[in-house]
């Protein structure tokens, strides 16, 4: 069975607006977990790292004002859009690493934002 | 040059084919090595890890040339179910991952 989850599976929303998607890690408490981003025909890339109790790392190119993360506890890692507008159009999946000594991650089904 | 570079396709073969992907990567200290399989609108799942002695798993085979930073996966007597987007995928450091823009299969009657 599913190990992450997400909510809302799809989303719609009016340019402007901010929307909140939500990543549970199913009967693991995660530390860290993971935000990526994909574009139609284009590969997986990595937004941020969440991390449980502190500031989310994000990488280069990100803005972490408009990618808000929070990750206040162990099964739970927020994403919210903040002023979304139709180039953040896109599939927002989040993973969690339950086996750090070897990279691998488990994904959530993913959330498709389409920003009108 | 990308990090992880993938021929993206699509490779259309009929059933029963072999089919071969192939991948390179750029960052030599890269530790750990994966082919997942992603489906139209999901989410990527593992298909196999790769290790340098190679590894099986039923009709898939996974290779990987650390001196080349080269990694292939081999599928034999493809089935249609087969058909989806293979992303090779290459650990960067502090357990991230680091995708490629996958490869599209294609397998048809």
């Known amino acids: 069975g599913a190990v992450v989850s997400q909510h809302p599976s799809w989303v719609i929303c009016k340019s402007g607006t901010s929307v909140k998607i939500e990543c549970r890690s199913l009967?693991?408490?995660?530390?860290?977990m993971f935000w990526y981003r994909q574009f139609p025909k284009q590969s997986l890339m990595l937004m941020a790292t969440?991390?449980?109790?502190?500031?989310?790392?994000?990488e280069q190119g990100v803005e972490k004002d408009k990618f808000l993360i929070n990750h206040a506890s162990l099964t739970l890692s927020t994403l919210t859009v903040t002023s979304a507008h139709p180039e953040d159009s896109s599939f927002y999946i989040c993973?969690?690493?339950?086996?750090?000594?070897?990279?691998?991650?488990?994904f959530g089904p993913g959330t498709r934002l389409t920003v009108l | 040059r990308k990090e992880v570079e993938q021929d993206p396709g699509p490779f259309n073969v009929p059933e029963g084919a072999t089919v071969a992907f192939n991948c390179t990567y750029s960052?030599?200290?890269?530790?750990?090595f994966f082919w997942y399989r992603q489906d139209c609108r999901k989410e990527p799942k593992l298909l196999m890890s790769?290790?340098?002695s190679g590894n099986e798993d039923g009709r898939f085979t996974a290779q990987l040339n650390r001196a080349s930073q080269y990694i292939s996966l081999l599928i034999r007597d493809s089935k249609l179910s087969d058909s989806a987007t293979y992303l090779c995928?290459?650990?960067?450091?502090?357990?991230?991952?680091?995708f490629g823009a996958g490869t599209r299969l294609a397998v048809h009657p």
């Open positions: 993973s969690d690493s339950r086996d750090p000594s070897w990279d691998e991650q488990f």
């Open positions: 009967d693991f408490q995660a530390t860290t």
């Open positions: 969440s991390n449980e109790g502190s500031k989310a790392t994000y």
């Open positions: 960052n030599s200290a890269s530790q750990s």
């Open positions: 790769v290790y340098s």
């Open positions: 995928v290459v650990s960067g450091g502090y357990n991230k991952l680091i």
